[in-house]
């Protein structure tokens, strides 16, 4: 994927330098490119053009293989009774559940659930001011994959407000949501949710969203 996106932006960059720009949005390069390349002919060079045209094959390509590989993930979380209990929780799909379960197995390494998110970097890190213990930024320390797709998941939730409601978390999030900012409160549900993850593999069981949550996360 990153590499697609590289190759979408070449083909901006080198666009741009022919004074040419393009809507954002990579179906609009996609939906306006020949179209863009045959009005303006007498501006692009036949190498650069030639140039373009191979760097647009080249992300065809990679469509071709991202698709392929998800189709692969998709079909492994399908069939592998821990990710199918892993995606019953809010936000988290095949890759999650996958990476999840390819990393740490059924989570037995790990003691309770605030481990699990310790080594994902998603415990804030805290210090003492006199008698009274401050939370700072997240750790960022562990596995960077794994937290990336956690925070990605609990963004992905806070889009839907209308939703909070449904889970055992909600009162929570809504809480929440009222006195943190975005970027911490993402940060604060990734934690709440790779807790609630680590539960579900160790105990053997889906997330229920109409109880509460286990008391072991």
Same mark, same amino acid.
């Given at each position: 994927?990153?590499?697609?996106?590289?190759?979408?932006?070449?083909?901006?960059?080198?666009?741009?330098?022919q004074?040419i720009?393009?809507?954002?949005?990579?179906?609009?390069?996609?939906? @306006?490119?020949?179209?863009?390349?045959s009005?303006?002919?007498?501006?692009?060079s036949?190498?650069?053009h030639?140039?373009?045209?191979?760097?647009?094959?080249?992300?065809?390509?990679?469509?071709?293989?991202?698709?392929?590989?998800?189709?692969?993930?998709?079909?492994?979380?399908? @069939?592998?009774?821990?990710?199918?209990?892993?995606?019953?929780?809010?936000?988290?799909?095949?890759?999650?559940?996958? /990476?999840?379960?390819?990393?740490?197995?059924?989570?037995?390494?790990?003691?309770?659930g605030?481990?699990?998110?310790?080594?994902?970097?998603?415990?804030?890190?805290?210090?003492?001011?006199?008698?009274?213990?401050?939370?700072?930024?997240?750790?960022?320390?562990?596995n960077?994959?794994?937290?990336?797709?956690?925070?990605? /998941?609990?963004?992905?939730?806070?889009?839907?407000?209308?939703?909070? @409601?449904?889970?055992?978390?909600?009162?929570?999030?809504?809480?929440?949501?009222?006195?943190?900012?975005?970027?911490?409160?993402?940060?604060?549900?990734?934690?709440k949710?790779?807790?609630?993850?680590?539960?579900?593999l160790?105990?053997? @069981?889906?997330?229920?969203?109409?109880?509460?949550e286990?008391? /072991?996360?």
């Amino acid at each position: 994927v990153s590499r697609r996106t590289a190759t979408i932006n070449q083909i901006r960059a080198f666009l741009i330098e022919q004074g040419i720009t393009v809507r954002t949005g990579a179906r609009a390069l996609r939906n @306006s490119l020949f179209e863009v390349l045959s009005n303006r002919e007498d501006e692009i060079s036949p190498r650069m053009h030639d140039l373009i045209v191979g760097l647009y094959e080249d992300w065809l390509w990679l469509d071709e293989r991202i698709e392929t590989i998800t189709g692969q993930i998709e079909e492994i979380s399908g @069939s592998e009774v821990n990710c199918q209990r892993l995606m019953s929780i809010p936000g988290i799909g095949p890759l999650i559940s996958t /990476a999840m379960v390819a990393a740490i197995g059924t989570g037995e390494a790990f003691e309770r659930g605030r481990d699990f998110s310790a080594w994902l970097g998603l415990v804030p890190r805290q210090y003492s001011t006199g008698s009274r213990p401050v939370l700072g930024r997240i750790s960022k320390r562990g596995n960077r994959y794994l937290r990336t797709l956690f925070i990605q /998941a609990a963004n992905v939730i806070l889009m839907r407000p209308h939703n909070w @409601s449904k889970f055992s978390f909600g009162p929570w999030l809504a809480q929440a949501a009222s006195r943190l900012h975005r970027n911490k409160l993402a940060a604060a549900l990734a934690n709440k949710l790779a807790r609630i993850a680590w539960s579900v593999l160790r105990n053997g @069981s889906t997330f229920d969203t109409h109880r509460h949550e286990v008391s /072991a996360i």
